[in-house]
């Protein structure tokens, strides 16, 4: 007699082998057992600490450049220290199987350490740098986690700056034209991690809704969506992605 998890695991893996095109959008949580803090949620989560909009907008930079350029640079040394999990393993091994198309909110770059090679990363990536003069375009790999804020080497007229994308900023058109014409063709879409607060990546699944897709949602919490999805899998991602590794060996 088959247990529920395994009930569960059998039913998703199904899903997800039977799907002719599965898009799935993973946000902070993903990274979660990799011991990387998310945004929301509980009392050590980024923005239960700091002002959102004091660590992640331009306004916020202008104001205090070097509080800003700490925190990232914070950050960068807890992603550098993190390794992926089963989840993230899980996703670039799906995709060997499946025609999958793999969005992140994250900036952590996990997704591509874990081997997936297709990712749009919707908000940037951290261990980037680039000028903060948008004329410029001067960018460069983040390397040295200690290293000072200093103006752009080839401009000298602005800050580098984290090449993430901050509140208030545009997400690069490309970026949203692939993640909306995916969710447009989709018949799965998966939400793994987000508290699908943040637009427009949350606005992606109203997309696959509306053109038929089944909506599933792997987070261990409620969210903005999981009214609107079809199926809660109120687990942990590597936790799932664990069993599911199983069955995709
Ligand atoms: C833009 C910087 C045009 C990168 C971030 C429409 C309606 C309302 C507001 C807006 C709208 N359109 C635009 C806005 C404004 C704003 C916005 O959405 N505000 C919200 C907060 C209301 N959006 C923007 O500004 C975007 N730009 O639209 O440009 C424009 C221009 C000018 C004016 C208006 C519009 C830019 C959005 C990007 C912002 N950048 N960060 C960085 O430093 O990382 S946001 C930040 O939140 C991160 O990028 C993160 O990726 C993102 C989403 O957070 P989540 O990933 O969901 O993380 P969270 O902690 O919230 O949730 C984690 C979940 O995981 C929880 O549910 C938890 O239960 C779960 N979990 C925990 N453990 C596990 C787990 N799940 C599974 N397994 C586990 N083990």
């Known amino acids: 007699m088959l247990k529920t998890q395994e009930k569960m695991l059998m039913n998703l893996y199904d899903t997800f082998m039977t799907a002719k095109r599965l898009v799935v959008m993973t946000g902070a949580g993903v990274s979660a057992e990799s011991g990387i803090a998310t945004f929301r949620g509980d009392q050590d989560s980024y923005w239960s600490r700091f002002d959102p909009y004091q660590l992640a ?13 700490d925190w990232y640079q914070w950050r960068r ?7 992926p999990n089963a989840a993230h393993y899980g996703l670039a091994e799906l995709a060997q ?23 749009c990363e919707l908000h940037g990536r951290l261990m980037m740098n680039r000028c903060f003069n948008p004329s410029c375009g001067y960018r460069e790999d983040a390397i040295d986690f200690s290293a000072p804020l200093i103006t752009c080497p080839r401009c000298q007229s602005a ?16 970026s949203i034209q692939q ?5 447009t063709e989709c018949d ?7 508290s699908a607060q943040v637009y427009p990546a949350a606005g992606f699944a109203q997309i696959a809704a509306a053109s038929g897709a089944q909506l599933i949602e792997i987070n261990p919490e409620a969210t903005a969506l999981t009214s609107q999805v079809d199926w ?8 799932v992605f664990e069993g599911l590794r199983s069955l995709l060996k």
């Open 159 to 174: 800050y580098l700056r984290p090449d993430v994308v901050w509140f208030g900023e545009s997400l690069s058109a490309s």
């Open 232 to 239: 809660v899998i109120a687990e942990p991602a590597g936790k």
């Open 57 to 69: 907008s331009a306004e916020g930079f202008i104001e205090a450049p070097q509080r800003v350029w």
């Open 97 to 119: 199987s499946v025609p999958l198309f793999l969005i992140t909110q994250n900036v952590d770059g996990l997704h591509h350490r874990a081997g997936s090679q297709q990712v």
């Open 188 to 194: 799965v879409f998966v939400s793994i991690g987000t």
């Open 77 to 83: 040394s807890q992603v550098g220290a993190a390794q």
């Open 179 to 183: 993640s909306e014409a995916a969710t």
